[in-house]
């Protein structure tokens, strides 16, 4: 029998966000610190009452022990720094809290865009094959090339069209004009989504996530102690991560196992909750192939037919899914449209609309959430909230 003992036994009792844009002009630690004061506050609670400090691995982002050091914690009992996507980052927490190593914990998510990542860098062929200061020559199939091959080869295997991909970006950026905090908020139709400028053939700019400056951060405490402070808790039901043997971008067997089902194998066997019961779907986007991935994967159609599922549940009126005409995915936007938070973004959502704090876009009744960040290789994840 699978088991996961910390069911239920940990709550997010706190959220702070900076918001996201293509330049803040900001520090990354700066964005961090900004962020992590918002969440202690959310969370009724002072830096004295936090006692351990998570911060993912993104490129720039201050190390725990530097961000304690900036927000001032005296003492301090558990101290990571987790690789991203945000998943393994809120895991981390949630067992340090689970078996006592702290208390209450700090995760603190801190993106910058990279000079890699912007047009003039591209057009500079001395710096355009720079990541990070590492030369990749020639390059290889990481990333964005790996995410475009194995979008080839959905279309090969299954007969679909690329305005499968374009319905996971119109919903995204329809959702993302409801939120302030997103970067990319003007509408988007499929004829823009068809005629955008190729990046990687067969994803095109709107296919690709957005990469911006930003933080979220996120309180983390016992459930018994969550229901001492100001907000509904957020109860971490089930949380998992997958990979399967041969999980590198470029060896990868096939689009029938990988990461996603290890994911969604361990999740229905430890929660009491599966999609039937849940109110807001967040499935990640980093690239819209991975999306398509989790929405079969999780069991909401069959391989292949994930661009049928999201047309046959196209609500036209508000031009966005809400399957079975209620349960909206990624309403915050999504990686594609809010930006590229590396999936904090849809986890701060979840607690937001299950707190009923999401206004105009909120969810009537909220009361569980399934969020699957990370994509098909070594980072898929899978959450399962509730109030």
């Known amino acids: 029998m699978t088991r996961y003992p910390a069911k239920d036994q940990v709550a997010i009792v706190g959220i702070g966000s900076t918001g996201f844009s293509r330049d803040s002009g900001r520090s990354s630690a700066g964005l961090a610190a900004d962020a992590s004061i918002a969440a202690i ?29 900036i927000l001032g914690i005296p003492t301090i009992s558990h101290h990571t720094r987790p690789t991203p996507v945000a998943g393994f980052a809120l895991m981390d927490a949630v067992n340090a809290v689970f078996a006592g190593a702290c208390d209450t914990a700090l995760v603190c998510l801190s993106m910058m865009r990279s000079p890699g990542t912007s047009r003039s860098v591209s057009g500079d062929p001395f710096r355009r094959n720079l990541v990070m200061g590492t030369p990749t020559y020639p390059e290889n199939a990481n990333m964005a090339a790996a995410y475009a091959a194995w979008a080839s080869r959905y279309i090969y295997e299954y007969d679909t069209r ?46 690709m996530d957005v990469p911006c400056d930003g933080a979220d951060a996120f309180v983390v405490t016992s459930a018994e102690r969550a229901r001492q402070l100001p907000h509904t808790p957020v109860l971490v ?59 079969e994967n999780t069991g909401w159609c069959a391989p292949g037919h994930a661009g049928r599922f999201l047309e046959e549940h196209w609500d036209a009126p508000t031009n966005r899914v809400l399957i079975d005409g209620r349960i909206p995915v990624n309403p915050h936007g999504g990686s594609l449209s809010e930006g ?48």
């Not at 993302?176 to 905090?181: E, I, S, T, V």
């Not at 998992?240 to 290890?262: F, I, Y």
């Not at 849940?278 to 192939?289: C, E, K, Q, R, T």
């Not at 959502?349 to 009361?367: F, H, I, K, M, T």
């Open 340 to 387: 590229a938070t590396r999936g904090s973004g849809h986890l701060r959502e979840a607690v937001v609309q299950l707190r009923g704090d999401a206004g105009e876009r909120q969810v009537p009744g909220a009361r569980t959430a399934l969020v699957t960040p990370g994509g098909f290789f070594f980072n898929s994840q899978g959450f399962v909230l509730r109030t």
């Open 41 to 69: 506050r959310d969370a009724g609670l002072g830096r004295d009452d936090i006692d351990g400090v998570v911060v993912a691995a993104e490129p720039g982002a201050p190390p725990p022990h530097q961000l304690a050091s």
């Open 237 to 295: 039901h089930a949380a998992t991560a997958g990979l399967v043997g041969t999980n590198d971008e470029d060896q990868l067997p096939s689009l029938r196992r990988h990461g996603q089902h290890v994911v969604v194998e361990r999740l229905k066997a430890t929660s009491d909750i599966w999609i039937d019961d849940v109110d807001v779907y967040l499935p990640y986007d980093g690239f819209s192939i991975i999306t398509l991935g989790w929405i």
């Open 162 to 207: 690329r305005e499968d991909f374009g319905y996971v970006a119109i919903n995204g950026r329809t959702n993302a004009a409801q939120n302030p905090l997103a970067v990319m908020r003007s509408p988007l139709t499929m004829s823009d989504y068809l005629a955008a400028r190729m990046i990687r053939e067969p994803l095109c700019l709107f296919d």
